[in-house]
């Protein structure tokens, strides 16, 4: 069933990348067809992921990166697929959702080999529960599922199939759908629909009891919180009292302590949106009813919510992509002459100004903010070369077009992720289509690489995901129509140091470090997916999946925790980081 492995060797000479040399390495799944290899997740020292062998369907696979130990975990559907929808590491195991073709998709866990791999429990006797939101939480896995009878509710496991059980019946005449799950002060707050009251804030202490409606804030309908942020010690959301409009609200985990903070838009909702916490206070984008959808800043108080510049006075600016870099905030918006371009701010109105107009005839479309080596790199189009790698140091002259990838249209690059000290991403150059790129931050070194045979076009098309595994990089491609497959290449350069595990990678951040009490975790780029802190003899300590709340910035409560060293492994949407953590 396991297939041949075609390996490649290749030594490039690229300019300023110091001829570094790169094996590429191919796993042929299905020799028949393409595997289609995704959902990459790194668990006890190895790579799962699924695929299709053209034989079992998608199931659930292993890889330590040899060709022997890439192979079928388990074939947990033998009539067809399973889809495994890998989920999150919990208590040092791999949970998920799959469908073994009896049961339908319930919850099942996994400790690395095809025995251990079982399905929990059956939640649904009758059809399938399709657990979902995983949320690690005071020592138990919450997660969402339908039992058949209840609808879909707030379920916890404690690893044991009796230890699976309902949490509580939150809406006796069918389902709450709980849903965006955050720790909060030592409680877990989440919005459900009790079938009375319309979807409010909802929080649990872990028990039956103690899950409670913590404030039914639009009495006549679904008060809807949303976008839930923790910011200076209390939780700040976007929500509808039935009055107001939507508008931005805050909660110190009591009922009374539960308040609009400020109605900024009288006469509707102002719809308050991607908050961000930048400098000691929160800025996010919201409609005053007068000014439009601008930026606006809150200190936690009503008199300190204020709308930091009114970028575009005719209409709405529409702040967005908010990333910390240099000690400053950039966005792009819209101030009605200019169209997108990118924007800074300093924290004031006066500081609050047009970086550079990427594009002097339109918008620059600019998307994908990444720091890497000290500078700030993103896709934009200037009006001639199309939409292409740019990069700025955070001023107007150091702004610029970092290389014209495609010279007959756009490369859209896009998907970076940092390996070995270089950038690794997906371009069209409008010659061999999406290719894998790599860039040491100058012209000459932002190269495209590739296996010396690679007679397909658009090899990475449809790849959003790139892995760093066990020193290398890994991905989905069709590089010589074996079809999609599973792919690696190593820069034997590489080294897999202390130095390279503790490296300060730049658009990631934890505050404070050393730390206490509480850590805040926030991605500048993309969304967190998944979190794992791991003690200095690689114990792990905590592993939350976070894929539900979609969001950039994650606290979380290290109180418990022993003095000492630790390491935080943070996968978001388009990489994969450690960083050093110090609980004092």
């Known amino acids: 069933m396991k297939k041949s492995v075609n390996l490649i060797l290749l030594t490039m000479l690229v300019s300023s990348i110091s001829f570094a040399q790169y094996q590429f390495e191919?796993?042929?799944?299905?020799?028949?067809?393409?595997?289609?290899?995704?959902?990459?997740?790194?668990?006890?020292?190895?790579?799962?992921?699924?695929?299709?062998?053209?034989?079992?369907?998608?199931?659930?696979?292993?890889?330590?990166?040899?060709?022997?130990?890439?192979?079928?975990?388990?074939?947990?559907?033998?009539?067809?697929?399973?889809?495994?929808?890998?989920?999150?590491?919990?208590?040092?195991?791999?949970?998920?959702?799959?469908?073994?073709?009896?049961?339908?998709?319930?919850?099942?866990?996994?400790?690395?080999t095809s025995a251990e791999t079982q399905l929990l429990k059956d939640i649904n006797p009758t059809g399938d529960s399709y657990p979902d939101s995983f949320t690690e939480y005071n020592g138990k896995l919450y997660f969402v599922a339908d039992g058949g009878t209840n609808g879909t509710e707030l379920w916890v496991t404690d690893g044991t199939s009796v230890g699976t059980q309902l949490l509580k019946d939150i809406n006796p005449t069918g389902?709450?759908?709980?849903?965006?799950?955050?720790?909060?002060?030592?409680?877990?707050?989440?919005?459900?629909?009790?079938?009375?009251?319309?979807?409010?804030?909802?929080?649990?202490?872990?028990?039956?009891?103690?899950?409670?409606?913590?404030?039914?804030?639009?009495?006549i309908g679904a008060s809807s919180p949303a976008y839930f942020t923790e910011y200076n010690g209390k939780l700040y959301f976007a929500a509808t009292d039935g009055t107001n409009g939507r508008e931005l609200w805050v909660t110190d985990g009591t009922t009374i302590g539960t308040q609009l903070l400020k109605d900024i838009n009288q006469t509707g909702s102002c719809s308050p949106y991607l908050f961000t916490e930048y400098n000691g206070k929160l800025y996010f984008q919201a409609d005053d009813g007068t000014n439009g959808i601008e930026l606006w800043v809150t200190d936690g108080t009503s008199a300190g919510t204020q709308l930091l510049k009114n970028i575009n006075p005719t209409v709405d600016s529409y702040p967005y992509l908010f990333t910390e870099y240099n000690?400053?905030?950039?966005?792009?918006?819209?101030?009605?002459?200019?169209?997108?371009?990118?924007?800074?701010?300093?924290?004031?109105?006066?500081g609050t100004q047009l970086l550079k107009d990427i594009n002097p005839t339109g918008d620059s479309y600019l998307y994908y903010f990444t720091k890497y080596n000290g500078k700030l790199y993103f896709q934009a189009d200037d009006g001639t070369n199309g939409i292409e790698l740019w990069v700025t140091d955070g001023t107007t002259v150091g702004t610029q077009l970092l290389k014209n990838i495609n010279p007959t249209g756009d490369s859209y690059s896009r998907y970076f992720t940092e390996y070995n000290e270089k950038l690794y991403f997906q371009a069209d150059d409008g010659?061999?289509?999406?290719?894998?790129w790599i860039t040491d931050g100058t012209s000459a070194g932002t190269q495209m690489t590739m296996p010396p045979i690679a007679p397909n076009l658009d090899p990475l098309i449809n790849t959003y995901i790139f892995a760093v595994y066990d020193s290398s990089l890994y991905f989905s491609a069709n590089y010589n129509s074996i079809g999609k497959e599973l792919w690696k290449l190593t820069d034997t350069t590489y080294s897999a140091s202390v130095n390279n595990i503790e490296k300060t990678i730049n658009n990631i951040n934890i505050f404070p470090n050393p730390a206490k009490e509480k850590i805040y975790i926030t991605s500048y780029n993309d969304k967190i997916a998944y979190i794992e802190i791991t003690n200095i003899i690689g114990q792990i300590v905590k592993a939350q999946n976070f894929v539900s709340l979609r969001d950039k910035s994650v606290a979380l409560d290290i109180s418990s925790y022993r003095k000492g060293v630790y390491f935080v492994k943070i996968i978001t949407d388009n990489s994969t980081v450690i960083k050093k953590l110090l609980i004092e």
């Open 26 to 112: 191919s796993f042929d799944i299905n020799p028949s067809g393409d595997s289609y290899p995704g959902y990459l997740t790194e668990y006890n020292g190895k790579l799962y992921f699924i695929a299709d062998d053209g034989t079992n369907g998608y199931e659930l696979w292993i890889t330590d990166g040899t060709t022997a130990g890439t192979q079928l975990l388990k074939d947990i559907n033998p009539t067809g697929d399973s889809y495994p929808y890998l989920s999150t590491e919990y208590n040092g195991k791999l949970y998920f959702q799959a469908d073994d073709g009896t049961n339908g998709y319930e919850l099942w866990v996994t400790e690395g």
């Open 175 to 219: 389902s709450s759908f709980p849903d965006d799950f955050n720790e909060y002060n030592g409680k877990l707050y989440f919005t459900a629909y009790d079938g009375t009251n319309g979807r409010e804030l909802w929080v649990t202490d872990g028990t039956s009891a103690g899950t409670l409606l913590l404030k039914d804030i639009n009495t």
């Open 327 to 350: 000690g400053k905030l950039y966005f792009k918006a819209d101030d009605g002459i200019n169209g997108y371009e990118l924007w800074i701010t300093d924290g004031t109105s006066a």
């Open 431 to 436: 010659t061999n289509g999406y290719e894998l």
